[in-house]
């Protein structure tokens, strides 16, 4: 997974101080707010989808352990986890790479379409960098290998469902590097091929520096005084206006215009 980086912001004796920076919330933004604290009460709805059966039923007896998660459907090929995500409209999916019929790649891609809030974990015993950077296109949120032991699944649902994009750490390198070298190869030549991005406000490019260095978005309100619920509305607008999917494609995006770099 990406570190989090930044400052952290220094606790201030005087309370009034804190208080006075943080933005005053109207009633719309508190009613938000108590929605999504509703939300979180309810169970996450998860969605497995791998053409092993073993491999599928190892994981609903794992996460039926858990009082927060709940089951809401299974399937054992591409197309059937597209048809059962437009129905089910499963929180998050974990998704085998490589099924029958419909490839997790493109299941992937169309789930966005049924379920566009469904944030989708590709778990494959594939270490391929092309399978990773095709899964971060098609719009995953997670890409963690199968060797995972089982009882860190529930705990890597519940981190994507609150916000965080999940890299094996094998992976997580890999990455890095190919962000590295894409931010390398982005000539002038080339930037000048390229779709210019809708302009964002300066909050949302604060925003969006903050999610390239991998914070999630408890830690960005803290960053920036503003409410929980002020930031997920930010990282919407952010992949609304970019056309993106995913955090992740975001910081791919962070990489191309030279908002981070990486050594």
């Not at 090929?77 to 099924?99: K, S, Y």
């Amino acid at each position: 997974m990406f570190p989090e980086g930044g400052n952290e912001v220094s606790a201030m004796s005087d309370r009034s101080m804190t208080a006075a920076r943080r933005p005053e919330k109207g009633p719309e933004e508190d009613a938000a707010e108590v929605g999504e604290e509703e939300k979180r009460l309810e169970p996450i709805r998860v969605l497995i989808a791998d053409d092993h059966a073993l491999f599928r039923r190892g994981l609903e007896m794992v996460l039926e352990e858990e009082d927060d998660i709940d089951l809401v459907g299974q399937a054992s090929d591409g197309a059937e986890a597209v048809a059962v995500a437009g129905e089910a409209l499963p929180d998050v999916v974990l998704m085998d790479i490589r099924m029958p019929k419909t490839s997790g790649i493109e299941a992937c891609r169309t789930t966005k379409e049924v379920a566009p809030s469904a944030k989708i974990v590709m778990l494959t015993i594939s270490d391929e960098e092309e399978d990773l950077f095709e899964a971060i296109r098609a719009g995953a949120s997670g890409y963690l290998l199968k060797d995972i032991p089982l009882d860190e699944v529930a705990e890597a649902v519940r981190a994507v469902q609150g916000g965080q994009s999940l890299i094996n750490p094998s992976m997580a390198g890999k990455l890095l590097t190919e962000f590295a070298t894409l931010a390398k190869r982005d000539t002038e030549e080339e930037r000048a091929q390229h779709v210019a991005a809708p302009k964002l406000t300066e909050r949302e490019m604060e925003v969006l520096k903050l999610v390239a260095r991998g914070m999630n978005n408890r830690d960005i309100a803290k960053e920036l005084f503003i409410s929980e619920n002020t930031v997920k509305n930010h990282v919407r607008n952010i992949l609304e206006k970019l056309q993106i999917h995913s955090r992740m494609e975001a910081v791919m995006i962070a990489v191309r215009e030279k908002l981070i770099e990486f050594s």
